[in-house]
């Protein structure tokens, strides 16, 4: 079960532009957007899963430069599926005011793709990187 | 649903009168009969000035620098908490809500 | 002639405001922020002592009475403020706060920290004195204006021959190395905590990508521009003076941040930090709302 700091909390308080820190303790992007379940009626929406990436942070910017960012996000793309990067609230092991700890690595999380298309095409190309 | 379509919603209270654009959103955590954690989306926060809150001043545990804190909470002085059970209708930009502007509360954060 | 009184206000105010950060409280936990902001706070000091004084040294031409007069051109204005923004740049809060965390510094290294800042920053401002006074008895004279780096190695030419001459070359490529260096990671560093990806000089590039990227075409992007053949005085003074305009816009989170309880506990800032950080950030927005205009003004200080 997820361990939140506190049991109320907002959104610009405790969850959004969070640090995510995988099981690993490498850093696996930041919090962008909250994904909530379609409301049912009489009952609130709940937090379903984490959204990451320029095409969750984009709407968040608004305006045109909003509406830039997230074009970025989906040409960087293999596949032209518009819906941000997900993190499903069951993947969130501890929540507080510094990071976001998750329960899974970051290599099997949907932000990954960017980070390992740089890695692979152009800074494992460079000799002593490392890779 | 994402929480960047809710933030930034004009809502409109029963009488028609413009009540504020949400800047914030309230969760409380809520345990389901089958022993589940929920993160439930109680309220919405709206009005008022979000610089403050963004930077951390509508929790009263910024001390200072000196005018900072009195400036922020001054301007924030017109947020307004609207209970999600009070919304009626979310139409793209757009929430109206049952109850009237009067009647909703500001936000208690008494927190030290 | 400088009256003796001038000479001693500046002297007090300069002592006076070492102190003042000298005794900027219990350091966070987080003592990278705080050093890097004492680390602006001494710098700005010193460029302003260094700016008022290097007025008067006749520099700028005849500047003895315009000083006692309190006449001072636009064009000295314009040099301390290019002299304050050489000396705090918004990068160094970056380069200092993202050295700390990979070094791991706790509150254990502050007293360390806090020699660094209080004398590597006085003691950078007098070397800054003690190369404009050395330039003036050499370069006046023979008016001859410093429009280029090689004209700063004349003083120690004339004064040591080759040896000094090599001396200051090997100096002059270690000053400008390590503002490269800092500058390349300085904008890897702010980038890659803006995303949230991983960051790090201690990572092999492999493990922190994208951050070595931005550090990298940084460093390609600033190479191609000189290679350009723009004038590297121009776009020194342009871009000091720009730094210096931006500089409240990373010294006021710093002061935000550490005002915040739940992120600095105990040592969260008392209130005289405060009013020593908002007395110094109200200075920098003045010199940030003068920089653009005096900049404009004095056509990049000719």
């Not at chain 2, 809502?11 to 809520?30: K, W």
């Not at chain 3, 001459?165 to 890659?192: D, I, K, N, Q, R």
Request: aromatic fraction near 8%; proline fraction near 6%; include cysteine.
């Amino acid at each position: 079960m997820t361990r939140w700091e506190e049991d109320e909390f907002t959104a610009n308080d405790l969850p959004l532009d969070r640090e995510l820190i995988d099981c690993n303790g490498m850093p696996a992007g930041r919090v962008d957007d909250l994904e909530l379940s379609d409301p049912e009626p009489g009952q609130p929406p709940v937090l379903t899963a984490l959204l990451c990436g320029p095409t969750a942070f984009g709407p968040r910017l608004g305006g045109r430069l909003g509406t830039w960012w997230q074009a970025i996000g989906r040409r960087l793309r293999p596949v032209s599926e518009s819906y941000p990067n997900r993190i499903d609230a069951g993947l969130i092991d501890h929540v507080d005011r510094l990071e976001i700890t998750l329960l899974a690595a970051r290599e099997h999380l949907d932000s990954y793709r960017f980070r390992r298309w740089t890695e692979e095409k152009i800074i494992g190309r460079i000799p002593g990187s490392g890779a | 649903m994402m929480a960047s379509e809710l933030i930034g919603c004009q809502v409109h209270d029963a009488e028609g009168q413009d009540v504020g654009a949400v800047h914030d959103l309230h969760f409380r955590l809520r345990l389901r009969p089958d022993g589940t954690q929920a993160c439930q989306l109680d309220a919405l926060e709206c009005g008022g000035i979000g610089l403050g809150h963004r930077l951390g001043y509508g929790e009263h545990a910024m001390r200072g620098p000196w005018p900072f804190p009195r400036l922020f909470r001054y301007l924030a002085r017109r947020s307004l908490v609207v209970p999600w059970t009070e919304i009626t209708a979310i139409d793209g930009r757009r929430i109206d809500i049952s109850s009237r502007r009067d009647q909703l509360q500001a936000p208690q954060k008494a927190r030290t | 002639m400088v009256t003796v009184w001038r000479k001693a206000a500046c002297v007090v105010a300069f002592s006076s405001c070492i102190l003042l950060t000298a005794c900027a409280g219990p350091v966070p936990d987080d003592g990278a922020y705080r050093h890097a902001a004492l680390q602006t706070s001494m710098a700005m000091v010193s460029a302003l002592a260094s700016g008022q004084l290097a007025a008067q040294t006749g520099l700028r031409g005849n500047s003895f009475s315009a000083f006692t007069d309190g006449n001072v051109t636009n064009a000295e204005n314009d040099y301390a403020v290019s002299l304050i923004g050489a000396c705090i740049v918004p990068y160094q809060v970056i380069f200092f706060s993202s050295g700390g965390r990979e070094e791991g510094w706790t509150s254990k290294s502050i007293t360390e920290m806090r020699v660094n800042a209080l004398i590597g920053f006085p003691l950078g401002g007098l070397l800054s004195l003690a190369i404009m006074a050395a330039a003036v008895p050499v370069l006046q004279p023979r008016r001859i204006g410093v429009s280029h780096l090689d004209q700063v190695a004349l003083p120690v030419a004339s004064a040591f021959g080759q040896a000094g001459l090599a001396f200051v070359f090997v100096s002059f490529f270690a000053a400008t190395f390590a503002a490269a260096a800092e500058s390349a990671l300085s904008s890897g560093y702010s980038v890659a905590q803006y995303m949230g990806w991983s960051w790090g000089k201690r990572h092999p590039p492999a493990a922190a990508a994208r951050f070595h990227l931005v550090c990298l075409a940084s460093v390609i992007a600033a190479t191609a521009f000189i290679l350009t053949t723009v004038d590297p005085v121009t776009v020194t003074i342009f871009a000091v003076v720009v730094g210096a305009a931006a500089v409240p816009l990373t010294y006021f989170p710093i002061l935000i941040v550490a005002n915040d309880g739940r992120l600095m506990g105990r040592r969260v800032n008392r209130r005289w930090s405060n009013a020593a950080g908002t007395f110094f950030l109200t200075i920098m927005v003045i010199v940030s709302l003068v920089s653009l205009p005096l900049l404009i003004l004095t056509k990049a200080g000719q």
